[in-house]
């Protein structure tokens, strides 16, 4: 545990709970069980690799809270990955499950590893030893793994396997985010990215409303920001500039959008399109625009670039993009941040809808769930919106608020076992 606390992505997390419940009605001993985790374990997952050789990654599985039920949350591949900054995000996951009013707990798993230094067998052998080692913490009722950052429906597939296989028939609903053909849920793979679109489409509203031709750049062309390039196209909100690991693209006139993704689809970058000015992941934080997206990494938006950035708002498709003396800079720039567990909880709610029609073996038309998927990333908005508005806060305080508010509610109801 004391490596947890040692993280500045767990540091992070805690102040920003403890900035959001200071107004809160929470006795002191169930406000120091938010701060910590309820269940962690770490793993070591040897794989042996093509060459023959045996190497050893190192896993974790967090479960920072069960009151709403069981847990949800992603499993990441990176090399960065550390217990830290997986407790960080199942912290983070608790407050996002609550302000999205699902039956959830918060929860987050991780690897350190490099994926794609990885060939496909190699990364199968790793992820079912992975699942095999925490399989005492999930399960259809009790934890419900999804895909995050370096992981994908193929990833998801093998873990279902992996787990069926210890019970001796078909699992469907333990993780999310699988191939429709096994069980997943149409409109999964779009659904952060058009959760994102949609907020920005409210934000705008709300923000923009004098703005004739809003543009916006989004740093990460992944899942998450490809899509949420397609839907703000097609709502005519223009793309001026995105990026991944790479680098990025810049055209002030915009982007085409599909073509660019079918570059990056096809192997491709985003500099290999040759219609506009190659520039770094830095730089593009700093373009002149209406919109900023960061839809990569955490802790991109800092004290150091925070002062500089040329956006009028910054909605956050990313994990905890921006750091705390980040979000402070900006409020102090009156620049509205609309926070990841608003934007980005697209993700979350249609694995909530892929889960649910796994229990009930019973699927959903795409259209339904779009319209569903809408109307709840609508009313959050609008929630957490007037929420600030009433209390003059930083819409991020406000959905912490709402989020830990209605867990600490629940709590209190449950009571203290035993």
């Not at 093998?158 to 053909?181: E, F, H, R």
């Not at 970058?269 to 219609?275: E, F, H, Q, S």
């Amino acid at each position: 545990m004391h490596e947890i606390f040692n993280s500045a992505a767990y540091r992070e997390a805690v102040l920003q709970f403890d900035r959001a419940s200071e107004g809160l009605v929470i006795e002191e001993g169930l406000r120091e069980r938010f701060r910590r985790p309820q269940r962690a374990l770490v793993v070591n997952c040897p794989v042996r690799m093509d060459n023959g050789e045996v190497e050893v990654f190192t896993g974790y599985r967090v479960q920072h809270n069960q009151t709403l039920g069981p847990c949800k949350g992603g499993i990441r591949y990176h090399h960065q990955v550390d217990f830290g900054e997986v407790a960080a995000l199942a912290m983070n996951m608790t407050w996002k499950c609550g302000l999205a009013e699902l039956p959830f707990g918060g929860a987050k798993g991780g690897v350190a590893v490099d994926p794609y230094t990885l060939s496909q067998t190699e990364l199968e052998r790793l992820t079912r030893r992975y699942t095999a080692e925490i399989l005492p913490l999930i399960g259809p009722n009790k934890d419900i793994p999804a895909p995050d950052l370096g992981t994908n429906p193929q990833i998801m597939s093998w873990m279902m396997d992996t787990y069926s296989m210890t019970q001796g028939y078909t699992v469907p609903s333990i993780v999310t985010g699988k191939p429709v053909i096994i069980g997943g849920s149409l409109g999964r793979e779009e659904a952060t990215g058009y959760g994102v679109a949609y907020v920005t489409e409210d934000a705008v509203k709300k923000h923009l409303k004098y703005v004739e031709s809003p543009c916006a750049v989004i740093q990460g062309f992944g899942n998450v920001g490809s899509h949420t390039a397609l839907k703000l196209n097609d709502m005519g909100i223009k793309v001026v500039a995105v990026s991944d690991a790479t680098g990025g693209i810049y055209n002030p006139k915009g982007l085409e959008v599909k073509k660019l993704v079918g570059i990056v689809r096809g192997k491709g970058k985003p500099g290999d399109y040759r219609n506009g000015d190659n520039v770094t992941n830095e730089e593009l934080l700093k373009l002149e625009c209406d919109i900023l997206i960061p839809a990569a990494l955490g802790r991109v938006i800092t004290k150091e670039n925070a002062p500089n950035l040329k956006c009028k708002i910054v909605v956050e498709g990313a994990n905890g993009p921006t750091t705390a003396d980040g979000d402070d800079i900006l409020g102090d720039r009156n620049i509205p941040v609309i926070p990841d567990i608003v934007a980005n909880a697209g993700g979350l709610i249609v694995s909530y809808f892929e889960w649910v029609q796994g229990l009930q073996e019973y699927f959903w038309s795409v259209d339904a769930i779009f319209d569903d998927l809408k109307k709840r990333m609508k009313t959050a908005f609008v929630k957490v919106a007037e929420h600030a508005e009433r209390d003059k806060t930083p819409m991020r305080l406000a959905a912490l608020k709402l989020g830990i508010n209605q867990v600490a509610k629940a709590r209190e109801l449950r009571g203290l076992y035993p």
